[in-house]
């Protein structure tokens, strides 16, 4: 080509460069505080997390990160720096206030930004997930709009046989998600149980898609036969008796994941008097008198209290956070989860309240924090979040008093981050 030709070609990629380099953002560095990055590992003291377009670009402490010189510094010494939190078991889209009914894209985004503003930066939502959703599905959203990311299990596959379960599995499939979900309990002998060789092929079918598959189930014997036919992730408690030592040999044997919602149990039965966190500041900055009001009706509460179901989960949340902790003390990886999102299930607050019964249930604050960072990343598979290290979104939380010493001091955020902008208050 001749050299004349050749000129506004390279005037135009001397152009790009150039525009490029000036809207590139310039390094932020969050200076001085204690840093526990989500890997395990003892907190980083005077640490420094630089970020730069959304990313990390190296954390550590003081003296081993250099800080570049076009470096905006944030003093936020005093304060602890914990990653974003991961929901692997919620639900977007649904629910307004405690009603349900009212999917739709603009519910999504007010959701994720509830999610959010309680420094839940990723959601997993298992479950319910419609058309509507797909465009704000992690693979295809790069807005980060300051809300939480998605993923999406599309409708939770059911059947009355495999032909059934497996035509919904294949319309998920046509619609985009990033999980597979089944369900597997009769609802406290009140309804029907999916069939084995429903569940059998439903698992078969999203192996072979390449779909990691998350169950919802109850008693001790199913979760051991979901384990044998392939299942990755136990989304409930174990609820009807103790873990047996059979039962750990296999969850070990199967690497599988345990996600406790100890919360959803919570709901089905905290309401039949007025509930504590009713009067908490914390939940009343999302949640308001109005919107609780109908939670409030005695004669709600005394059905409530006079419904089977609800004092059989009361009388049974106990051997939920036994068996949590049996589990956590044999390594069973913990990953966060609430399977908040549905009526009166309030997202934001109720992870929370769940990083709380999980204390009472005994584990440590470093085990609840890694359940809800490194094991959801990893165990959901979920890319580029889950811990503060180089390359992953600089999704985190600036909290004014150390969660090791109590973790609902994670409840006291100075700031959460999500790649790199702050969250904005309601």
Not at 313 to 331: E, F, H, R, V, Y
Request: proline share 4%.
């Amino acid at each position: 080509m001749n050299r004349l030709k050749l000129l506004p070609f390279l005037l135009l990629i001397l152009f790009a460069c150039s525009t490029a380099k000036k809207t590139e953002k310039s390094y932020i560095a969050f200076t001085g505080a204690t840093i526990i990055d989500g890997s395990g590992d003892a907190p980083i003291q005077n640490g420094v997390l630089l970020i730069q377009n959304g990313r990390v670009v190296a954390v550590g402490p003081k003296e081993k990160i250099t800080i570049p010189e076009n470096t905006t510094i944030q003093d936020v010494s005093g304060k602890t720096i914990i990653p974003g939190l991961i929901n692997g078991h919620g639900h977007v889209g649904d629910v307004k206030g405690i009603q349900a009914g009212h999917y739709s894209k603009e519910n999504i985004l007010d959701n994720l930004a509830i999610y959010a503003r309680y420094g839940i930066t990723t959601v997993v939502s298992l479950g319910g997930d419609k058309k509507e959703a797909e465009s704000f599905r992690v693979v295809n959203d790069t807005s980060f709009s300051k809300r939480a990311r998605l993923y999406i299990a599309g409708e939770v596959i059911s059947g009355n046989t495999p032909q059934e379960a497996l035509a919904v599995l294949e319309n998920n499939h046509k619609m985009g998600v990033d999980f597979m979900k089944i369900r597997v309990d009769d609802n406290l002998g009140t309804s029907p149980k999916m069939a084995e060789e429903v569940y059998q092929a439903v698992i078969k079918r999203s192996h072979e898609l390449g779909y990691k598959i998350a169950t919802h189930m109850y008693y001790l014997e199913d979760a051991r036969k979901l384990l044998e036919a392939g299942t990755d992730m136990l989304a409930h408690s174990i609820r009807d008796v103790p873990v047996d030592e059979s039962f750990i040999g296999l969850l070990k044997e199967k690497k599988v994941s345990y996600c406790a919602t100890l919360t959803r149990e919570l709901s089905t039965f905290v309401y039949e008097d007025t509930a504590a966190f009713f009067s908490d500041a914390f939940f009343l900055k999302e949640y308001n008198r109005e919107t609780i009001q109908p939670l409030l009706d005695p004669a709600k509460q005394a059905q409530m209290r006079n419904s089977k179901s609800a004092q059989k989960n009361k009388q049974q949340l106990p051997i939920a956070m036994a068996n949590l902790k049996t589990l956590s003390d044999q390594g069973i990886p913990i990953v966060f989860g609430t399977d908040s999102g549905m009526p009166a299930r309030f997202m934001g607050y109720f992870e929370h309240l769940e990083m709380e019964m999980m204390a009472q249930a005994g584990l440590t604050p470093m085990q609840i924090i890694l359940s809800a960072t490194k094991n959801a990343a990893q165990y959901l598979g979920l890319k580029e979040v889950g811990t503060l290290s180089a390359f992953h979104w600089a999704d985190f939380i600036i909290l004014e008093a150390d969660p090791l010493a109590d973790i609902r001091n994670v409840r006291k955020m100075s700031q959460v981050y999500v790649a790199g902008e702050p969250v904005l208050s309601r």
